[in-house]
């Protein structure tokens, strides 16, 4: 079996709240992905996801630092690594696309020079080339013109536009390993598809391997061959897409999953999960998903279930379906 490209183990994330006190938001992360293959990781806002994926990017700000674990890039503890290798990796090896196109773009700078400016400081070639390098790119992600349109500013390009360009400033470089941080969250459903499309389109051209970050467990289950779902900082179920779209086990999954709205579906109120997710500080002693699980048991909430394996699916439940 091919040896993962990155192997995140046991990472764990905190911020410092109130003297020396420590609260942890990331609690004990592991997941490894191969080359070629797509890992979605779904959860709700403030489940871990993007902080997870901030910290393997080392991009971590407001306080927040990486407090254990190791994040193995081809064998390399990033974790680890000083700022600057790891300035070298990011745009050329390990690239990021964010969901907010328009905060992510110089607003000041046209978007030829943001993508240029990327290619020069990973590769040894002159600008000119790099204004090559940048107009594939753009031509690869289905901008039209891209040569007549390097000159052109983020404002005077619509928002999945927008998001088309931060992609080709990703894949400029022709990184490894692409991390998509709710890459849609903002766009009209037709132009999430559509974006969905082009880097399920890109992984197979480059050879990507594919981190997608998102809270719809359907819109993942478009692009990916695995799902992991995380809960307060937890891992609860990984598994094969398949596998988590005909038989969720861990009651969360089957919850996020019933979110999700059907279109053959008579009309009618959306489904929504009560209560709300644990806060920082004041996690369960348990499952953190124990007081607000239909299925919880006294135990769910005492003890922390352990992370098991069966038939190649890790799950994290006293008392699953």
């Known amino acids: 079996m091919t040896a993962p490209l990155i192997d995140i183990q046991d990472l764990r994330v905190g911020f410092r709240a109130g003297g020396r006190r420590m609260v942890e938001a ?20 403030g489940s871990g996801k993007s902080l997870g994926m901030l910290a393997v990017m080392r991009l971590l700000a407001g306080g927040a630092r990486i407090t254990g674990g190791r994040i193995l890039f081809d064998g390399e503890d990033l974790a680890a690594a000083p700022e600057r290798r790891m300035a070298a990796l990011r745009g050329r090896d390990i690239a990021m696309v964010f969901q907010d196109p328009q905060s992510s773009l110089n607003p000041a700078l046209s978007i030829g020079r943001q993508i240029v400016d990327v290619v020069v400081a990973h590769q040894a070639v002159s600008r000119g080339r790099a204004a090559e390098i940048a107009v594939d790119a753009l031509e690869r992600v289905g901008i039209r013109d891209a040569s007549a349109r390097l000159g052109a500013y983020p404002h ?18 022709r990184p490894r390993l692409l991390i998509a941080d709710e890459p849609t969250t903002a766009l ?89 997710p644990p806060r920082l500080g004041a996690m369960p002693p348990g499952c953190p998903f124990a007081p607000r699980c239909p299925r919880a048991l006294p135990r769910c909430a005492a003890e922390m279930p352990p992370l098991t394996v069966e038939d190649g699916r890790r799950l994290a439940c006293w008392n699953p379906q």
């Open 188 to 276: 009209d459903v037709t132009v999430q598809a559509q974006i969905v499309d082009l880097i399920a389109e890109l992984r197979r051209d480059l050879g990507l391997a594919v981190l997608f970050i998102s809270h719809n467990l359907q819109l993942v289950a478009e692009i990916v061959d695995r799902v992991v779902v995380l809960y307060g900082g937890k891992l609860v179920e990984d598994a094969d897409v398949f596998a988590i779209e005909d038989s969720p086990r861990h009651p969360y999954t089957r919850l996020l999953k019933a979110c999700v709205p059907s279109l053959t579906a008579p009309p009618g109120p959306l489904f929504a999960i009560d209560g709300a």
């Open 26 to 45: 990331v609690r004990g992360i592991s997941l490894a992905v191969r080359p070629g293959e797509a890992v979605g990781i779904v959860g709700e806002s």
């Open 156 to 173: 005077e390009f619509s928002g999945g536009m927008r998001q088309r360009v931060l992609i080709a400033m990703a894949i400029a470089c």
